[in-house]
């Protein structure tokens, strides 16, 4: 995920020479600094991103938490780990915020979901980092935040695999396999780009896909029967909420 981030913020236009990566392996990424650890005398960090697993939080502290200061905004993009476990781990900081990016921020299209504690001018600049990576929203109550992770941070990977799933449908009914995955992407991001630009909602612009007893009809008549995707969905999403409470209950 901090890969993801860092090909959206180049391609942005920030500039590499004001980051450095930490990342135990030191495999270099072209035109930023990489550091297997941080340097002993190094400078107090303006801003640190954290992104490693929340499983491996407890091993980077001893190297990290000493670098930061008083001036240091601390960017978590940790799933589950709340305000109050990473305050505890960095206690020299100016301020920690919360993001829950997702990987299309690679390529500008992603979303943030952003908590904070701190003030109108923490707001502002975390806003102003993640901005470049796409759409960006706040969600203050952090119980909230954790629940609703699932949708856009995990949601790249539901909507990969409702992709396949499509593609497969079609190998079935006799599309060669790379014909089907060419089809069944173009079709959602071109649904996706109609929804976004259109004043209709999601809803709507269903009902004008499917003519009246036609095709498209019989098929969204399975989807709905019992509201089974929606079920699914709820599942799912609920699913990843409990795994992300679980993984703020270990971090606490
Ligand atoms: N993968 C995703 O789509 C999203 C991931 N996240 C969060 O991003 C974080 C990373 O997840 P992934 O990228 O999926 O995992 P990953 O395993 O691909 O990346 C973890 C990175 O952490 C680095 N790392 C390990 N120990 C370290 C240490 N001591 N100091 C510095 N870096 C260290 C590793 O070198 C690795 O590059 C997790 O906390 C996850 O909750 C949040 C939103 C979306
Ligand atoms: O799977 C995870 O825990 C992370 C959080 C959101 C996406 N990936």
Redesign the pocket.
């Known amino acids: ?4 981030m860092l090909r959206g913020w180049l391609a942005s236009g920030i500039d590499p020479a004001r980051i450095t990566v ?4 030191g495999t270099p990424i072209e035109g930023v600094t990489v550091l297997k650890a941080p340097p002993p005398d190094g400078e107090v960090p303006a801003v640190m991103l954290l ?4 499983q ?1 939080l407890d ?2 502290v001893s ?2 938490a000493p670098t930061t200061g008083e001036g240091t905004l601390i960017v978590s ?4 780990v709340e305000l109050p476990s990473l305050a505890k781990r960095f206690p020299k900081h100016r301020a920690i915020v919360r993001v ?4 299309p921020s690679a390529i500008g299209k992603g979303v943030s979901l952003l908590h904070t504690d701190g003030d109108e001018a923490v707001r502002v600049e975390a806003e102003t980092l993640v901005r470049p990576l796409g759409l960006a929203e706040w969600i203050d109550d952090e119980a909230l935040f954790g629940r609703v992770s699932a949708l856009s ?2 949601g ?2 539901f909507l990969f695999r409702f992709i396949d799933a499509m593609a497969k449908a079609g190998e079935a009914q006799g599309l060669a396999p790379d014909q089907a995955a060419r089809l069944a992407l173009a079709t959602v991001g071109g649904a996706a780009e109609l929804a976004a630009a259109s004043e209709e909602t999601p809803a709507q612009l269903a009902d004008r896909v499917a003519s009246p007893g036609g095709s498209t009809r019989a098929g969204l008549n399975v989807i709905d029967k019992g509201a089974a995707l929606d079920r699914l969905m709820q599942n799912v999403l609920t699913a990843s909420a409990r795994r992300n409470e679980e993984m703020a209950a270990a971090a606490r």
């Open positions: 995920m901090g890969g993801a930490i990342r135990p392996s992104a490693m697993k929340p491996k091993e980077a190297a990290l993009v940790l799933a589950g829950m990016p997702n990987t941070g995990c790249p990977a």
